[in-house]
């Protein structure tokens, strides 16, 4: 029990905190409305369950002892922050509510962006790896392992939906895309600032 909790505990304050994931949503919210906000948040939660699969069938300690191969990783993540900070900053496309619906990610392709900001997230494979090899005892039955997974899923799913949900309401939407421009630029400096920054981060 003390395990479930601390695994609680960790997984909410995690989630929470801002980072790639938070901006993504947030951008896609309230830039295309809340069915692009939520099929963001719907991806980030799938995932998860990349790094939950190679940190419960041990392939985290692979990472972990191999410096090159968690660089790489690491690279490939901040690599794609990147872009994606540089798509916002460069963004010249002029939304209101009334024309974004024409101009909408399709489904596979807000899905597709939440997803890949998550499993490429090297925050997020820093945070499984300690989660499961600090807290959570790697020799319980895989279906125990595996559902302390499907939970962290769940609390992302379930944040991240609540943050589409608000930055998508037609009020607040309104008033963002009215300055836009500015908020498509705070959006991608900090998904630049973000990615820098893991660049420094260890896995040890």
Not at 68 to 92: Q, W
Not at 101 to 119: E, K
Not at 144 to 170: D, E, K
């Amino acid at each position: 029990m003390s395990e479930l909790i601390a695994v609680a505990m960790i997984t909410v304050l995690a989630v929470i905190s801002p980072g790639p994931d938070f901006a993504m949503v947030t951008k896609n919210s309230y830039s295309y409305g809340v069915k692009t906000g939520l099929l963001t948040a719907f991806g980030i939660a799938m995932g998860v369950q990349v790094h939950v699969f190679y940190t419960v069938f041990g392939l985290s300690f692979v990472i972990a002892d191999s410096p090159t191969l968690f660089l790489l990783i690491k690279l490939v993540g901040v690599g794609y922050l990147i872009y994606l900070g540089f798509k916002s900053l460069t963004n010249k496309t002029q939304l209101t509510i009334e024309n974004s619906a024409s101009m909408m990610p399709t489904n596979v392709q807000a899905l597709r962006v939440g997803f890949l900001t998550n499993a490429l997230n090297p925050k997020t494979m820093l945070f499984v790896i300690a989660l499961y090899t600090q807290v959570v005892n790697l020799s319980n039955p895989l279906w125990q392992n595996f559902t302390y997974g499907i939970f962290i899923s769940f609390a992302h799913w379930a944040w991240f939906s609540c943050v589409a949900l608000f930055f998508s309401t037609p009020i607040l939407r309104a008033k963002i895309l009215s300055q836009q421009k500015i908020a498509d630029r705070v959006i991608g400096a900090l998904l630049i600032i973000l990615a820098m920054g893991l660049l420094f981060v260890s896995v040890k």
